[in-house]
């Protein structure tokens, strides 16, 4: 083991090393002051004479002498089953007072790419319970699903009821939780440690807190770690893994200050300018492999900065993942749980879980015909609050009360409420019966007649039972 | 053949490597370190070489060897193209996938082509002709529907002294000139030079994409560029996907670059099993691609949209059409900065480089409909995808991207939000062609095409203008021949724009059929403004039953007798 005592600055989270053998790019080192306490970081560039190192946990404390000892490996994850129903730290560390995990492997944490030849489509859905995600915007399993909030905002509960309620429709499988806190406070974990340790969930989850007094720096290890964690038990044990990453925007954070301190040339708003690059190789890890039973299907949360959508952190992220839930300030300021806003969310994969088989035959149609009425019932009450309700046209006055019901029966509903996916498509023709039936083009006539309710009704007063189509 | 020289690693940061002790040009193919891993000489700084290497560099030390190919990055080009899924730097995918496992491990080498597959070549020159440059010498049957042509290289030529014809692998010498050169089924190409060819010609030829808005309103030529940009969510890759199995093009090349790898595998496990409507073959049988997912090494992201242009150069030089979709330019602009800031250049705009605007318009230059050297006409439609951050049009790639195509089809995710796909904005988008290809439309469609469209859009027009006045007072507020343009604009929009690419019939709209919806609306159209001007009341008018069966044309795969009905029914009930 190579160790020298040559540190010629220190400057934020960076270390500057003279050594004379070759040390490799990411490489884990231990950093030993003075009174033995040994402190971890990693490579971030390498040249024949000098090192940077980037340390995970506060430079305070080292000085010029103390000793840097190079591992000569980069760094890696202890895996085993063992590890479900532990409270590990930021850096991998029992937090929770049990012993250290005896490992099965030691996983390289950078991950290779998934070939994406070896890639199977995700196509199953998973049920969540929520009306505006199921019906609207569904979940499939291997996807990247990312909530967009904003501080204040309650995207936390809609995490853990979707951590608490998905399932998939008719399968008993090995599921594992990986909640990942990135630099929330002690009290936003809290929340989450009770909500599981009440449902029990906690015997299935691994959590990694890194709360907001840990180090910053230590916050670019902790996704991976994590999702290191999440590939072993999806693709060696057959689970299927949820990851919740909360929050995003501290990590994002954290990456703009090695970038700042490196003096590296900022891109917008002063992130780094391979924001995306990073950003992909956190998100690019959710999926499924062709051949294997286990998925892993990833929840970030990430707090938009002003609630502007179109910051970078947002932006990129939008562009990696396959589509977003939106909290909305608005609904949530009009009491309605869960604040999602439908229209500017989206699922990507929504098309290849739906359908016949999958949900229901009418799902799509229901959901776009929704989205259409919605959208332009919204638009709508902007022109109310101009010339008033009165000077509506008829087909207008339904869609405003078709947007008003829209967001107290379909999107409102209970913290513990589980909605089916019939109950929540069937939500969804009450609705849309409320519309004159000639304004449906988005349905096919066929499902019109065999779904309506006042098709239904109609089928049930005849009095031979007539034989459905 | 140069000699090739050894260095060593003198700095590691990131995908850029610093060695020194070879002697290198700029843009030699080197390998990097002990594991052989592939790099590209991209600045050369005295007795310092900089590489962007293509692959992870974890754990790479400085001293470690370097050794120089001599030969820049190059394709190989031959019969095994077809329905092959490579990397940015054509690694076949499933080979990676069957060597290294469900994950891309590092320092692995794979050719483009199958070197051990016999092709049965059949010739077409004898022995004591000449042959010219680009010219065929003989074919493959590649694909059951398509000849791979075996042209001579660029730059060769000369008198055939022999010439072979049967089984043979890529690499055997099929063909030998008078002057010694061997030609083999297979050749090479650097990828950052673009094959020759004679002359540019006009682009007066539509590229059919079955797509009602992109036919009718903002057509693009065979040969032409048209660009995507759309914030996201808006649409993108489902319109893309949409034209790269409905263009009818002998060739595609897909470039997925900076993509995601759920959507790639949806790619990869949909395309197979899509029948080309040309053909009823399947769809792989005619498509290159070339995937290179976010999570992928950055460097080869930036050669991605190279690899791909070559490959589609080299099918356009056999006298075929190809389209090429990139998808998307702005993660490939971001490569570039991305090693831009890497090599601590000075930045332009915004961070990107200041070679960005010229790295761009290089590209989509690859694109044209010419002339070959072997005497055919070929083309290249490029379509390139724009991500602008934040939907932000002035942003410099898109700016820089629109100073370059001629078609702009503009994704819009309000129209998404509604859920009226494809979300292309009727208003923004533009298409400089419609003058050129008309001609076209009129003689091979209908008489009355150009009419159409200019009818189409200036309802639409029209209707953007009422809408603000309907934002003011309410639609009631209108006249009543303007409540009629509204709803005549309305049938437009839901009848003839929205188009399901899930719909098994409406996926493909026919050229006809798209002319076919558009003048029944018209017909509509002129019989409403007659029964207005006898006196009927607008609410008759616009809810007259027959009118709306017109929303069911499109999911009809036999619509003539049906469209009669309703045209019949229009007029009996609008008299």
Redesign the interface.
């Known amino acids: 083991m190579k160790e020298y005592r040559t540190i010629t600055s220190i400057a934020g989270p960076l270390v500057f090393v003279e050594k004379t053998e070759?040390?490799?790019?990411?490489?884990l080192v231990n950093v030993i002051l003075a009174d033995g306490t040994v402190k971890r970081g990693q490579v971030?560039?390498?040249?024949?004479k000098l090192v940077a190192l980037q340390v995970f946990e506060t430079t305070a404390g080292i000085d010029r002498h103390s000793k840097i000892r190079f591992t000569g490996?980069?760094i890696k994850m202890p895996v085993s089953t063992e590890i479900l129903g532990r409270i590990l730290s930021g850096s991998g560390e029992p937090l929770d007072g049990g012993p250290e995990i005896v490992p099965d492997k030691r996983l390289?944490i950078?991950?290779?790419?998934?070939?994406?030849?070896?890639?199977?489509?995700?196509s199953e859905f998973i049920q969540t319970g929520i009306s505006t995600i199921d019906g609207m915007n569904t979940l499939v399993r291997?996807?990247?699903l990312p909530i967009f909030s904003g501080s204040g905002l309650p995207h936390n509960d809609l995490a853990l009821q979707i951590a608490r309620q998905a399932k998939v429709l008719g399968a008993e499988e090995a599921f594992a939780v990986i909640f990942v806190a990135m630099g929330i406070t002690a009290e936003e974990a809290r929340h989450f440690m009770n909500d599981f340790e009440r449902t029990g969930a906690l015997e299935r989850a691994v959590v990694f807190l890194n709360l907001a007094d840990d180090p910053a720096i230590e916050r670019l290890i902790t996704p991976r770690l994590a999702l290191t964690t999440a590939e072993y038990l999806a693709?060696e044990h057959d689970m299927h893994v949820l990851v919740i990453l909360t929050d995003m925007t501290n990590y994002c954070e954290a990456l703009r200050q090695i970038g700042a301190a490196r003096e590296?040339?900022?891109?917008?708003r002063g992130y780094?300018?391979?924001m995306?690059?990073d950003l992909?190789?956190i998100?690019?890890?959710?999926?499924r492999?062709?051949g294997?039973t286990g998925s892993i299907t990833q929840i970030p949360i990430l707090t938009m900065p002003g609630d502007d959508?179109?910051?970078?952190i947002p932006?990129?992220t939008?562009?990696?993942?396959?589509?977003?839930f939106v909290i909305s300030r608005e609904l949530h300021r009009r009491g309605i749980y869960p604040p999602v806003n439908v229209?500017?969310s989206?699922s990507?994969?929504m098309?290849?879980g739906i359908g016949v088989g999958k949900t229901r035959e009418d799902h799509?149609a229901v959901s776009?015909q929704l989205?259409?009425g919605y959208?332009?019932g919204k638009d709508l009450r902007?022109?109310v609050a101009?010339?008033g309700k009165e000077?509506?046209?008829d087909r207008?006055k339904t869609l405003l009360e078709f947007a008003d019901i829209f967001e107290d029966k379909f999107v409102r509903q209970g913290y513990e409420e589980d909605r089916g996916i019939e109950e929540t498509l069937q939500l969804g023709w009450d609705l849309l019966a409320t519309l004159p039936e000639?304004q449906l083009?988005?349905i096919?006539?066929k499902l019109i007649e065999k779904y309506h309710p006042a098709h239904v009704a109609k089928k049930a007063e005849e009095p031979v039972p007539a034989a459905s189509s | 053949m140069e000699v090739e020289q050894t260095g060593r690693i003198y700095r590691v940061a990131g995908p850029v490597v610093t060695a020194t002790g070879i002697e290198a040009k700029m843009y030699d193919l080197v390998k990097v370190g002990d594991e052989g891993l592939m790099g590209e000489v991209i600045e050369i700084d005295q007795d310092k070489f900089i590489i962007q290497v293509y692959e992870d560099t974890s754990g790479l030390r400085p001293g470690e060897p370097v050794e120089n190919t001599g030969l820049p990055l190059s394709v190989e080009l031959g019969p095994g193209l077809l329905s092959s899924i490579y990397d940015g730097i054509q690694r076949p995918l499933p080979v990676l996938n069957a060597q290294l496992g469900d994950f891309i491990e590092r320092g692995v080498a794979a050719s483009g082509l199958d070197h051990s597959k016999k092709w049965d070549f059949v010739p077409e020159v004898k022995p004591g002709e000449e042959v010219r440059a680009g010219q065929a010498i003989g074919h493959v049957q590649e694909t059951p529907h398509l000849q791979h042509k075996i042209m001579v290289p660029p730059e060769k030529g000369g008198r055939i002294k022999t010439i072979q014809s049967g089984e043979h692998t890529v690499d055997d010498v099929i063909c030998t000139l008078d002057d010694g050169t061997e030609l083999k089924l297979m050749q090479e190409w650097p990828v950052r030079v673009s094959r020759p060819s004679v002359e540019k010609l006009m682009p007066d030829i539509p590229l059919v994409t079955g797509q009602r808005i992109l036919d009718m309103l903002f057509p693009v030529a065979k040969g032409g560029t048209a660009a995507i940009p759309g914030p996201f969510g808006s649409g993108k890759t489902v319109a893309q996907q949409q034209l790269a199995k409905w263009s009818d093009t002998q060739i595609v090349v897909y470039i997925g670059c900076g993509e995601r790898g759920n959507e790639m595998a949806d790619v990869l496990t949909e395309f197979p099993q899509l029948e080309d409507p040309q053909t009823n073959a399947p769809l792989m049988d005619r498509t290159v691609l070339v995937a290179n997912t976010s999570n992928m090494p950055v460097a080869a992201r930036e050669a991605s949209v190279y690899t791909g242009v070559t490959i589609a150069e080299y099918f356009r030089d056999m006298g075929y059409d190809v389209s090429l979709m990139a998808d998307s330019t702005s993660r490939w602009a971001e490569a570039m900065r991305e090693i831009s800031s890497r090599l601590e250049e000075m930045p332009g705009e915004e961070g990107y480089p200041a070679y960005l605007a010229a790295r761009l318009s290089e590209f989509y230059e690859r694109s044209g409909r010419v002339k070959t050297l072997g005497g055919d006409e070929g083309s290249i439609t490029v379509i390139g995808a724009v991500s602008p951050p934040g939907g932000d049009f002035s942003e410099p790639v898109t700016q820089n991207t629109l100073r370059i195509v001629k078609v702009f089809w503009a994704l819009d995710s309000k129209l998404s939000q509604r859920r009226h796909f494809p979300s292309i904005n009727w208003l923004d988008s533009y298409s400089l062609y419609t003058q050129n290809l008309s001609e076209w439309f009129v003689d091979h469609v209908a008489g009355d095409w150009e009419e159409l469209r200019v009818w189409a859009m200036a309802i639409l027009q029209k209707e953007s203008e009422l809408q603000e006045v309907v934002q003011l007072v309410g639609s009631d507020a209108l006249p009543d021949d303007e409540q009629l343009t509204l709803e005549v604009a309305r049938m437009i929009r839901e009848y003839f724009l929205q188009q399901n690419a899930y719909h098994e019939v409406d996926t493909y709209c026919p050229l006809q059929k798209q002319h076919d919806i558009l003048a029944a609306i018209m017909v509509y159209d002129e019989l409403a403004r007659k029964a207005l001007n006898m006196g009927k009341l607008v609410d008759e008018i616009i809810n007259v039953p027959a009118k709306s069966e017109l929303a069911q044309i499109k999911f009809e795969a036999e619509y003539g007798t049906k469209l009669e009905e309703i045209e019949t029914a229009m007029r009996a009930e609008l008299a």
Do not use: C, F, W
């Open positions: 070759p040390v490799g790019y990411m490489e971030l560039d390498t040249s024949e490996e980069v390289d950078t991950g290779a790419a998934i070939n994406p030849y070896a890639r199977d489509n995700p291997g996807q990247k693709y590296e040339v900022p891109g917008r780094p300018g391979y995306y690059t992909a190789s998100y690019e890890r959710a999926g492999i062709r294997k959508i179109t910051h970078p932006d990129l939008g562009y990696i993942t396959e589509g977003q229209l500017p989206l990507r994969l098309n290849s799509k776009d989205y259409a959208a332009e902007g022109l101009i010339v000077s509506l046209s207008d000639a083009t988005r096919d006539r």
